[in-house]
């Protein structure tokens, strides 16, 4: 019977912990933004660095979208605030 060992240099270990540490450290501080989103009654959905803001219409509200216009314009001002930057597409 013959085991098999994987070993991984240290620096590629602790690099992984690093990278982790920021994604954590990022998600945290990128979470704050949920709180200028809910000041518009707008819903959010933010995975990693992807984040999408939606809302539901009526077909009587679907003319209006000044309040979506007004959230994207509040978190893309956040988002200068803070040092991050933000792509629209």
Same mark, same amino acid.
């Given at each position: 019977?013959?085991?098999?060992?994987?070993f991984?240099?240290?620096?590629a270990?602790?690099?992984?912990?690093s990278l982790d540490?920021?994604?954590?450290?990022?998600?945290?501080?990128?979470?704050?933004? %949920?709180?200028?989103?809910?000041?518009?009654?707008?819903e959010?959905?933010?995975?990693?660095?992807?984040?999408?803001?939606?809302?539901?219409l009526?077909?009587?509200d679907? %003319?209006d979208?000044?309040?979506?216009e007004?959230?994207?314009?509040?978190v893309?001002?956040?988002?200068?605030?803070?040092?991050?930057?933000?792509?629209?597409?």
């Amino acid at each position: 019977m013959s085991a098999v060992f994987h070993f991984f240099p240290f620096h590629a270990v602790s690099q992984l912990l690093s990278l982790d540490a920021v994604f954590q450290l990022f998600g945290i501080y990128v979470s704050l933004i %949920g709180d200028v989103i809910s000041q518009h009654n707008v819903e959010y959905h933010q995975y990693a660095d992807d984040m999408q803001l939606y809302m539901s219409l009526s077909q009587a509200d679907f %003319g209006d979208l000044s309040t979506i216009e007004i959230c994207a314009s509040d978190v893309s001002r956040w988002f200068v605030e803070n040092a991050l930057l933000l792509n629209p597409m």
